[in-house]
């Protein structure tokens, strides 16, 4: 069974609907799988709100350790940290992009989006690498429980959106701002899908050990929903993936992982182990 015929085996399960996109950026092999489905992101759509932020840091004009004060205004519910938080904390620009990134913070996210211009910031900068299928609709919303609006894209364009990291010149993005991007993704803490069943752990390098394998993602998920996305380089080589679905039995739940999780796994075998 070839790999294209293994990613469709794992996804079809018996509920919900899924989609996939995955590319050898050293050989070009591409794995799809309704790849062109838009889709809603949940919180791996904030890779999207990180790239312009890096983007506008490298070309001066943001300062990343200007501060932004945090108000009552800016609750939100979701995950994260800084919604339990008194008002009166002051991060820096880039720890809300820390905090929106490895624990995924709706709080921090919506400040940044904010910063960085909105939505249509985004999106423009989205369509100039590129980027077709992808967009950030409106900053994190619940209007009722199970239902958040934010963004949508379709697994082909938020793997891509990884590829630029890689493919800088390609694209045209800077390439400090691709550095800025992968050393916050690097810390990602959500490892529970993609990255699953890799060895991989970033807290290593702080204690003098080096996974061969790198991997820079970004996970998202609420009650029917689950995304991941990401880059993976492995000594000289790496590939971008995506899978996304939307529909699932009993909310987000951890089987959904598992088969995102097997995904990673089957490309890791193909690609990394090479």
């Avoid at 809603?40 to 350790?65: H, I, N, W």
Wanted: proline share 5%.
């Amino acid at each position: 069974m070839n790999l294209q015929a293994e990613i469709e085996n794992i996804l079809e399960p018996p509920a919900g609907t899924w989609g996939a996109y995955a590319r050898n950026l050293n050989t070009s092999e591409i794995v799809a799988f309704n790849a062109d489905r838009p889709m809603p992101t949940a919180s791996a759509g904030k890779q999207f709100v990180l790239m312009r932020y890096a983007e506008l840091c490298a070309e001066g004009k943001l300062d990343p350790t200007s501060r932004v004060e945090l108000s009552d205004e800016d609750h939100v519910r979701g995950s994260g940290v800084t919604r339990y938080l008194m008002p009166g904390l002051n991060p820096t620009l880039e720890d809300h992009a820390y905090l929106m990134i490895i624990v995924s913070d709706n709080v921090a996210t919506n400040v940044l989006l904010r910063i960085v211009g909105g939505p249509d910031s985004v999106n423009a900068m989205l369509l100039r690498l590129g980027i077709d299928g992808a967009r950030i609709d409106c900053p994190i919303t619940f209007h009722q429980y199970g239902t958040l609006d934010f963004a949508t894209s379709t697994p082909r364009a938020l793997a891509e959106s990884f590829a630029v990291l890689q493919e800088v010149q390609q694209h045209g993005f800077p390439a400090e701002a691709a550095k800025r991007c992968m050393r916050i993704l690097f810390r990602q803490q959500h490892t529970e899908s993609l990255p699953r069943q890799l060895p991989n752990l970033h807290h290593a390098v702080d204690f003098g050990f080096d996974f061969p394998l790198k991997v820079y993602n970004k996970t998202g998920g609420y009650p029917g929903v689950e995304t991941d996305g990401g880059l993976f380089t492995m000594h000289d080589h790496a590939w971008v993936a995506a899978v996304m679905g939307e529909g699932l039995e009993g909310g987000a739940l951890d089987a959904a992982c598992v088969v995102i999780g097997a995904v990673g796994r089957k490309l890791y075998e193909a690609w990394g182990e090479q």
